[in-house]
T-cell receptor, first 111, second 116 residues
Framework: GQSLEQPSEVTAVEGAIVQINCTYQTSGFYGLSWYQQHDGGAPTFLSYNGLDGLEETGRFSSFLSRSDSYGYLLLQELQMKDSASYFCAVRPYNQGGKLIFGQGTELSVKP | KAGVTQTPRYLIKTRGQQVTLSCSPISGHRSVSWYQQTPGQGLQFLFEYFSETQRNKGNFPGRFSGRQFSNSRSEMNVSTLELGDSALYLC???????????????FGPGTRLTVL
């Protein structure tokens, strides 16, 4: 089977740095993606790691280690608008465009 | 480019009825996937269509079906609705649905279905 695990909730203060981890058990996949979803909104793509290592996009960075079956999303200089749910997702081999999502991490940013 | 659009945005039905949801992908995108989102189960893959063919299907009963038209617009249908079908139904499109590209999926705002 394939499963991805994330913490259900994370709380941090404005201006801080937060890391959301994603551990997975899956036989093979193309890469690890991260999506952000605000309450009542559509998930929006944040970052993708096809290879091991760090990808940086502005205040957001994402990391993947296939040998450790582990990835994370790092959010820097947190802003109130970063309060949202964050999902990691993988696309398994030979399953077309199907994405398997983690259960999501609800991030609350406090003043 | 316009984003992914879904209609209707909200729907209330009663048990036993059927419902059809519509999704228009981003222009030029040929892959459309559908997901069900509930608080308890998270985002669950329903099916994917590419060039009018169902390419993959998730673990949902046969009451859930879909199709894709030649203009890439897609519909999903749920027959004999059950209370547990209440959820946010999201569709997502990508250009080709292949390695790399398919990992960037563009989601619509969803249809919030409530079954009474």
């Amino acid at each position: 089977g394939q499963s991805l695990e994330q913490p259900s909730e994370v709380t941090a203060v404005e201006g801080a740095i937060v890391q959301i981890n994603c551990t997975y058990q899956t036989s093979g996949f193309y890469g690890l993606s991260w999506y952000q979803q605000h309450d009542g909104g559509a998930p929006t793509f944040l970052s993708y790691n096809g290879l091991d290592g760090l990808e940086e996009t502005g205040r957001f960075s994402s990391f993947l280690s296939r040998s450790d079956s582990y990835g994370y999303l790092l959010l820097q200089e947190l802003q109130m608008k970063d309060s949202a749910s964050y999902f990691c997702a993988v696309r398994p081999y030979n399953q077309g465009g199907k994405l398997i999502f983690g259960q999501g991490t609800e991030l609350s940013v406090k003043p | 480019k316009a984003g992914v659009t879904q209609t209707p945005r909200y729907l209330i039905k009663t048990r036993g009825q059927q419902v059809t949801l519509s999704c228009s992908p981003i222009s030029g995108h040929r892959s459309v996937s559908w997901y069900q989102q509930t608080p308890g189960q998270g985002l669950q893959f329903l099916f994917e269509y590419f060039s009018e063919t169902q390419r993959n299907k998730g673990n949902f009963p046969g009451r859930f079906s879909g199709r894709q038209f030649s203009n890439s617009r897609s519909e999903m249908n749920v027959s004999t609705l059950e209370l547990g079908d209440s959820a946010l139904y999201l569709c997502a499109s990508s250009q080709k649905g292949l390695a790399g590209d398919a990992d960037t999926q563009y989601f619509g705002p969803g249809t919030r279905l409530t079954v009474l």
